[in-house]
Each structure stands twice: as C-alpha cells, then as structure tokens.
C-alpha cells in the first residue's frame, strides 16, 4: 500500500510491543473492555456459533480470543499487517487461555490488502473494530471492494467510524466523547460524514445502516454493510 499511512504500519514499532510483552497497549489498551464489548454486540446481533467470522485489523486478538472460544472449532479467521501481533496473539494470548486447539494457525493471515480470498471461506459475518478510523477513503474501498467477494449474500460486515456530524466542518479536528480522541478529515484518525460512508460503497454490493452509538469508550461509532445480490 506504498508509505505508512498511521502508525500501525510501523512493523519495528509492533514487533518491540510483541517482544516486550505491552502488545496489548500497542493495539489502543481498554483490552477486557473492547474485546468483550465487539463479541457481545455482535452476538446480540445474532452470531451463532457455526457461522464464519472475518476479523479485518485482528492485531493480537483483543476481540479475536472471544470470537475463538464461542465459535465452532475453525471457524474464526484474522487478517492483520504485523505477523508479530498475530504470533504474540496466537502464542500468548489463546495460549493463555487454552484456545490454540480451536483456532488453526492457517486462519490467520498477514496481509496488508485485505486479501481474504486466500482463505477460500465465504463469511457470515466481518469485524473490522477500529479499522476504518485509521484508514482514508481509498483503503476503506479498496476493504469494501475486495469483502464483496468473500461474504455470502446477506452477510454483514460491522465496521466503526469516527462520525463527523453534519454541523460540525469535516475539514477541522473534532474531539470526540468520550475518550477525547481527535479525528481528522486527512489524517490518522480520520472521520466520516455519513455521505463519506454512502460514497464508500457506491457500485458496490453494500447497503449501508448507521447504527451510531455502541458504547465505545472511544466514540467510536458503529457501521453495518449488508452484503446485496450480485
């Protein structure tokens, strides 16, 4: 994808965290919180434990150690740009909780172009939890674009955004609340206007559903794209 575009493309910067035990600040922290709280809004969505789930942005399974436990033995995949975060995730944090035996190792990918193809599973369901807030418009498409080919029809993709509203100027900082981030129009993070959302998918298979607030500690709101016919 050319030159870092946000700090997690600092590869050296991800394998010190994986190396020295603090991969779990390096991933954004609120560890217990995000994870338990992007499994529980997607299985009061209507997970069940045999569909097949895509994690884009997985890092070292903050969310993905949730998802392995409910899922049916192999039915959870990842997707990540640091193959460090992915080991420390695999070797210490399923380890840690006696999951390896569910998750085989090939489920997880590094990747740094959305490349879920290479699975050749059609998902039910896609996470993407703090993805699309580090990423510009044209990565988010190049995402959009590339996950119409791997969900079925019907299937769901539940991204969140840093929501810039209509009376605020996309061109300027906005702080967020709570958490006090500060999104940006043309850099990490950025935010979007729900127009910016609708553009994102437009010629694509998506309907797009703002679902707005989930109770990220962050503000971070929630999108849903639904997977259309061909």
């Known amino acids: 994808m050319g030159n870092p575009i946000n700090k997690y493309y600092d590869l050296e910067r991800s394998a010190e965290a994986a190396r020295n035990g603090t991969h779990r600040n390096l991933v954004g922290g609120f560890w217990d919180e995000l994870g338990l709280l992007q499994f529980d809004f997607a299985k009061n969505r209507g997970l069940s434990p045999d569909h097949y789930v895509l994690d884009i942005g997985c890092g070292c399974l903050r969310g993905g150690v949730h998802f392995v436990h409910y899922l049916t033995p192999g039915h959870y995949y990842g997707i990540d740009l640091s193959q460090d975060l992915l080991d420390v995730g695999y070797d210490v944090e399923l ?12 489920n997880l990918a590094c990747d740094a172009e959305f490349d879920a193809g290479q699975f050749g599973v059609t998902f039910d369901i896609v996470i993407a939890v703090s993805l699309f807030t580090h990423l510009p418009f044209e990565h988010v498409r190049l995402c959009l674009t590339k996950l119409a080919n791997v969900v079925r029809q019907g299937g769901i993709i539940y ?16 702080e967020h609340s709570p958490g006090s981030m500060i999104s940006h129009s043309s850099r990490d993070p950025y935010h979007y206007r729900t127009e910016d ?33 061909s």
Do not use: E
């Open 95 to 106: 380890s840690r909780l006696k999951l390896q035996t569910k998750l085989p190792r090939k």
């Open 159 to 174: 991204a969140t955004i840093f929501h810039c509203p209509h009376d605020h100027d996309w061109l300027q900082p906005l």
């Open 197 to 229: 959302v609708s553009r994102l998918v437009a010629g694509l298979p998506w309907r797009v559903d703002f679902i707005g607030d989930w109770h990220h500690p962050r503000d971070q709101s929630m999108i849903m794209f639904t997977r259309t016919g």
